[in-house]
């Protein structure tokens, strides 16, 4: 397949860089985005090269969160094609998750909305210091539903309770704090700080290191096809409501909504 909003490329270490590239857009999480980071989960899930996968984003900002074009076309749409593009959300997210290979997270500038959702599905998720985070869905009239129960899982309900519906921005020490991210480093340290968290899978079985994923997954808070589909049907109906319908196209329109 060929990417237009992500790039893949791998070492000859077998690991490999997946990178969200759309910077001139934030790396929002487009339909196009979202098909293609599907497939390339079941691509190196599936290939037994791969060591390990870095996930980044280009630019000045790891991702800004959901497309809000694509998902103001949700508000306009029925309930059928409502639930299909939700359920591509979810599951490009559920790939991601039950990719068999450790997935370590490279986030700078900031993770909003999905962009969280992301790095709490990576195994290990390293920060820059300057980095912020929002769960920004609720000041658009939305909830965080499909990323939810990854978010959960890595950071238990009391300390999502703190972030989950507020919206507010927080920074990357308490990111770190929450769970989000495991370090937080100078910017120019990034690099560095990331390839120390990938360095360790390159001396393991890759075969068990996939295993005891997988076992760590199973052994977590449950997320199944019953707690998928909750979450689909969960944004859907927040897709219809009158709160998101003017949220949505507030901010598209750069005006403040009435609750602001």
């Not at 990111?175 to 560095?192: F, H, I, K, Q, T």
Request: with cysteine.
């Amino acid at each position: 397949m060929t990417y237009s909003t992500i790039s893949l490329s791998r070492d000859a270490r077998g690991v490999a860089h997946l990178e969200l590239n759309a910077p001139d857009r934030r790396n929002v999480l487009s339909a196009a985005m979202i098909a293609e980071l599907t497939d390339a989960a079941a691509a190196l899930d599936a290939d037994p090269a791969i060591r390990a996968v870095v996930l980044s984003g280009a630019g000045k900002i790891f991702c800004a969160g959901g497309d809000l074009a694509w998902m103001k076309a949700q508000v306009s749409a029925g309930r059928a094609e409502r639930m299909a593009e939700a359920r591509k959300l979810a599951e490009m997210l559920d790939a991601l998750n039950r990719m068999r290979k450790p997935l370590i997270g490279r986030i700078q500038g900031g993770a909003f909305g999905g962009g969280v959702g992301l790095a709490c599905i990576c195994d290990v998720a390293v920060a820059a210091e300057d980095s912020k985070f929002s769960f920004s869905e609720t000041r658009l009239g939305i909830i965080p539903a499909t990323i939810g129960p990854y978010v959960l899982a890595r950071m238990g309900e009391g300390k999502a309770r703190r972030v989950f519906m507020s919206a507010r921005i927080f920074g990357a020490a308490e990111a770190r704090e929450l769970g989000v991210v495991a370090r937080v480093v100078a910017a120019e340290e990034l690099d560095s700080a990331v390839e120390a968290e990938v360095e360790p899978y390159l001396h393991t079985a890759p075969g068990a290191a996939g295993a005891a994923k997988a076992l760590a997954r199973a052994l977590g808070p449950r997320i199944d096809d019953g707690v998928i589909d909750e979450t689909i049907r969960q944004l859907a109906d927040a897709w219809e409501t009158e709160e998101a319908a003017h949220g949505i196209a507030a901010f598209l329109d750069r005006t403040p909504p009435r609750w602001a």
